[in-house]
């Protein structure tokens, strides 16, 4: 059979090794990890690759995700990352953890934890530095107050997220104020805080630098399981495999042409007026896969092919080694950007390697 195009090629013991290095790695110092399948759609294959590294909770920011990977039979801790609020109902069906910053949603969620008989946890986000969610520390306790007087509510934790929006560093200070956030809160309110979440894939300088933790006892891993890379500067990290995920385009189009548009020069297909280079006569190659498939400045060709630019449905190479006729295939490894986008495109088909397509094997 030929295999389809375009296609993400996703090697799932790849992701399973990566889940368990940083395990075992943030296991040193007593951090446990959820793995975070948001850039996969809460594929469920990639969760249960997570799952059988070692993560004790499966992570994602949409609903939708979780309830996918529930409707597959992946038998974990679902953790809901994005505050809930007019989804509270599935929210409280669906998820077992979420992070939350608001009293009307929380009152929500307790709503629907009573008539759904349950009991919903919630780690509750502080407010840091990088101005994304997040209780500002000076309202943390009343507001931790105000929610465990709410029924079917339990608070089991607390923690932040930075290196998000304003581009704040997940640093020693930072954790440290985590940490003591979680003492005062403790002895003012004299509850046991178990969960600490200090982060994301951007914490890693801060760990490997780290003599000691404090209270942090868990992070949400994305990024450095699925791509190998830490976030804060987008760095490798050792030990870790980075070609877990490929995306792979057929030439369409393969022709010596001029590298300089000829005639007058009007707008582009998206009002851009783009100037280019005079290269010459060169060999360019276009491949079926454009804007509406993929972020196209998170494609980096592994091949000897640079990317001169892309339309709605077509990206168009140089062919440095004149080496891609027709019908030939493009490989490219991905940034986050670019994984998000090719897992969300409807185009762009998912195929597994080391496990076959159709089956999944159940975990419960
Ligand atoms: C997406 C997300 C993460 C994971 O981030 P990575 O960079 O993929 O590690 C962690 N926490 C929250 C709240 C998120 O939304």
Not at 206 to 226: F, P
Not at 303 to 318: K, M, P, Q, T, V
Request: hydrophobic content about 40%; charged content about 20%; aromatic content about 6%.
């Amino acid at each position: 059979m030929a295999l389809l195009m375009p296609r993400i090629e996703i090697t799932l013991s790849k992701i399973q090794y990566n889940a368990q290095f940083l395990c075992a790695f943030y296991g040193q110092k007593g951090i446990d990890l959820m793995g975070v399948s948001k850039a996969v759609l809460g594929n469920p294959l990639v969760a249960e690759a997570m799952i059988l590294g070692g993560v004790k909770f499966i992570a994602d920011s949409r609903i939708e995700n979780i309830q996918r990977m529930r409707a597959a039979g992946i038998f974990t801790q679902f953790v809901l990352l994005r505050t809930p609020l007019s989804q509270a109902e599935s929210v409280i069906q669906n998820a077992d953890i979420s992070l939350n910053t608001e009293l009307r949603t929380i009152k929500e969620l307790s709503h629907y934890a009573v008539q759904h008989n349950k009991t919903h946890q919630i780690i509750v986000m502080a407010e840091l530095g990088d101005l994304r969610e997040g209780v500002l520390p000076k309202d943390l306790s009343q507001f931790i107050k105000d929610a465990e007087a709410l029924p079917s509510i339990q608070i089991v934790g607390i923690g932040c997220n930075l290196a998000c929006y304003g581009g704040i560093k997940p640093d020693n200070a930072k954790m440290r104020q985590l940490s003591e956030l979680t003492h005062s809160i403790e002895k003012e309110l004299r509850i046991n805080l178990a969960l600490i979440s200090g982060g994301n894939s951007a914490n890693y300088d801060w760990y490997t630098s780290a003599q000691d933790v404090g209270r942090i006892n868990n992070l949400r891993l994305g990024e450095s399981i699925l791509l190998g890379y830490e976030t804060a500067h987008r760095k490798t990290i050792p030990g870790l495999d980075t070609s877990a995920f490929k995306l792979v385009a057929e030439v369409i189009e393969s022709k010596k042409k001029p590298s300089l548009p000829n005639g007058e020069s009007c707008q582009d297909a998206f009002g851009n007026s783009p100037q280019y280079l005079d290269r010459g006569i060169h060999q360019r190659v276009i491949i079926a896969l454009g804007i509406q498939d993929i972020l196209v400045s998170g494609l980096s060709p592994l091949d000897d092919l640079e990317i001169l630019g892309a339309s709605s449905d077509h990206i168009i190479l140089e062919d440095r080694s004149t080496n891609f006729p027709i019908g030939s295939e493009v490989t490219f490894g991905l940034t986050y950007g670019g994984l998000l986008a090719a897992m969300t495109s409807p185009f762009i088909k998912k195929h597994f390697i080391g496990c076959p397509d159709s089956v999944l094997p159940l975990i419960s």
